[in-house]
């Protein structure tokens, strides 16, 4: 299982959050989605053999919200 941490701009509430997990969670290999409001943190631990960071970004981005590279 691999982790990742996200930097997502434009969540503004509690309902963004929620868009967002509900965009990573159905994704194969995925097993947990943490998300910090305050900073647009986005942990992700995952099955590297079975999903991939680009499937995030992609994922985050299509539901209107942008990923930044730190």
Sequence with gaps: MEKITLTV????????????????????????????????????AFDSAKSNTNQFKVAIQDAGYEVVDN
Excluded: F, W, Y
């Design 9 to 44: 701009k434009g969540m503004t509430c509690m309902g963004c959050v929620r868009s967002v997990k509900n965009v990573l969670e159905p994704i194969p290999g995925v097993a947990s989605v943490e998300i910090t409001l305050d900073n647009g943190q986005v942990v992700i």
